[in-house]
């Protein structure tokens, strides 16, 4: 789904001013080590979230382009992005006011300055920042929208845990629909949860034929309701923890988690309408095989109407660039970064 057609970075990190356009479903940056790859996608969490890094906020001291810091000049840097909605793209209702002056394409930007904690916002081409009632209704739609940074060598089972609370509040709320007797509870969560993963089971089965079965590991009585969600794998007559799973198989156990959620948001009325994905080198420990395996599923499930995802992506990797429908080479010259559209 393309939600982002066009983003301006402007004297950010090492990028003094580049406008990456015509953006796809799924958008692959690919480069040397060092040639600012990933500040690309630490932009787009600025713009979406005030962080740079997971966890850490703004900090212009460190996110200014760096070779202009002693120049006499004012100093700012911004992060503009276009936004052209699909019409899946709903506003729920009490938000028309914010549909009305957003319309359906437009641009917001968001501008820092030294000694300012909170950035200025601007739409379309306003000469002056937008007011804080405008401001809060901007707020307002960017929440309509998950925002996903999962930066390099995460490890693929710390950010399932962490969406534990998401994933039990997808399951309980499918669940809700056919457990309506007591004694019923633990039988409809079995099937609930088997329902709920059933294109993961089947993905990564497809990658690893040796795996039998995957549940989520969910209570089988009362006494089991304090728990963590995670998962276990069958081989054989052996289940076995997601923990004693290969990097490999954790990463997709983890893209389906994440999509899984994502998906469920949309189907909740008033809730997300959209999500954005801005992950560093998915490929990074896997073998061939899962690395297509996995290109394969980003291109999927970025190009699925009925997800409502994009997706952006650095990378060293040919199948993730072939699989991409829109790639960027990104260079460094005297360490400023330059990118440029691959055909």
Same mark, same amino acid.
């Given at each position: 789904?393309?939600?982002? *057609?066009? =983003?301006?970075?402007?004297?950010?990190?090492?990028? /003094?001013?580049? !406008?990456?356009? @015509? %953006?796809?479903?799924?958008? +692959?940056?690919?480069?040397?080590?060092?040639?600012?790859? *990933?500040? =690309?996608?630490?932009?787009?969490n600025?713009?979406? /979230?005030?962080? !740079?890094?997971? @966890? %850490?906020?703004?900090?212009? +001291?460190?996110?200014?382009?760096?070779?202009?810091?002693?120049?006499?000049?004012?100093?700012l840097?911004?992060?503009?992005?276009?936004?052209?909605?699909?019409?899946?793209?709903?506003?729920?209702?009490?938000?028309?006011?914010?549909?009305?002056?957003?319309?359906?394409?437009?641009?917001?930007?968001?501008?820092?300055?030294?000694?300012?904690?909170?950035?200025?916002?601007?739409?379309?081409?306003?000469?002056?920042?937008?007011?804080?009632?405008?401001?809060?209704q901007?707020?307002?739609?960017?929440?309509?929208?998950?925002?996903?940074?999962?930066?390099?060598?995460?490890?693929?089972?710390?950010?399932?845990?962490?969406?534990?609370?998401?994933?039990?509040?997808?399951?309980?709320?499918?669940?809700?629909?056919?457990?309506?007797k007591?004694?019923s509870?633990?039988?409809?969560?079995?099937?609930?949860s088997?329902?709920?993963i059933?294109?993961?089971?089947?993905?990564?089965?497809?990658?690893?034929?040796?795996?039998?079965?995957?549940?989520?590991?969910?209570?089988?009585?009362?006494?089991?309701?304090?728990?963590?969600?995670?998962?276990?794998?069958?081989?054989?007559?052996?289940?076995?923890?997601?923990?004693?799973?290969?990097?490999?198989?954790?990463?997709?156990?983890?893209l389906?988690?994440?999509?899984?959620?994502?998906?469920?948001?949309?189907?909740?009325?008033?809730?997300?309408?959209?999500a954005?994905?801005?992950?560093?080198?998915?490929?990074s420990?896997?073998?061939?095989?899962l690395?297509?395996?996995?290109?394969?599923?980003?291109?999927?499930?970025?190009?699925?109407e009925?997800?409502?995802l994009?997706?952006?992506?650095?990378?060293h990797?040919?199948?993730?660039?072939?699989n991409?429908?829109?790639?960027?080479?990104?260079?460094?010259?005297?360490?400023?970064?330059?990118?440029?559209?691959?055909?």
């Amino acid at each position: 789904m393309k939600l982002i *057609s066009k =983003v301006e970075i402007d004297h950010f990190r090492s990028i /003094r001013n580049e !406008t990456i356009d @015509g %953006l796809g479903d799924f958008t +692959a940056f690919a480069g040397l080590n060092n040639s600012g790859k *990933s500040n =690309v996608l630490r932009a787009l969490n600025a713009f979406f /979230r005030d962080q !740079t890094d997971s @966890g %850490l906020r703004v900090d212009f +001291a460190q996110d200014y382009y760096r070779h202009d810091l002693k120049t006499k000049k004012s100093k700012l840097f911004s992060i503009t992005v276009k936004f052209d909605l699909p019409a899946s793209f709903k506003f729920r209702r009490g938000l028309e006011p914010i549909e009305k002056l957003l319309g359906r394409s437009f641009t917001i930007r968001k501008l820092w300055m030294r000694n300012r904690p909170e950035p200025h916002y601007y739409l379309n081409n306003f000469e002056n920042p937008l007011s804080l009632e405008l401001r809060a209704q901007i707020e307002q739609f960017l929440a309509l929208i998950s925002f996903r940074y999962i930066p390099n060598r995460v490890l693929p089972l710390d950010i399932i845990r962490s969406e534990h609370k998401a994933l039990r509040d997808v399951l309980v709320r499918r669940l809700a629909k056919e457990a309506k007797k007591q004694e019923s509870v633990f039988a409809a969560i079995g099937k609930t949860s088997e329902t709920l993963i059933k294109s993961l089971q089947s993905a990564v089965h497809e990658a690893c034929p040796d795996v039998g079965s995957i549940r989520l590991a969910t209570p089988l009585a009362w006494q089991d309701l304090i728990f963590a969600f995670g998962y276990k794998l069958r081989t054989n007559d052996s289940e076995l923890d997601d923990t004693a799973q290969g990097s490999g198989i954790q990463s997709l156990l983890m893209l389906e988690t994440l999509s899984l959620i994502d998906r469920d948001y949309f189907q909740k009325f008033g809730w997300r309408q959209a999500a954005i994905w801005a992950v560093e080198e998915p490929e990074s420990s896997l073998h061939t095989s899962l690395e297509a395996k996995v290109a394969s599923y980003l291109a999927k499930i970025a190009s699925a109407e009925d997800n409502r995802l994009q997706v952006f992506c650095t990378t060293h990797s040919d199948l993730m660039l072939q699989n991409a429908d829109q790639n960027y080479f990104v260079t460094m010259s005297k360490g400023s970064s330059a990118l440029e559209a691959c055909d």
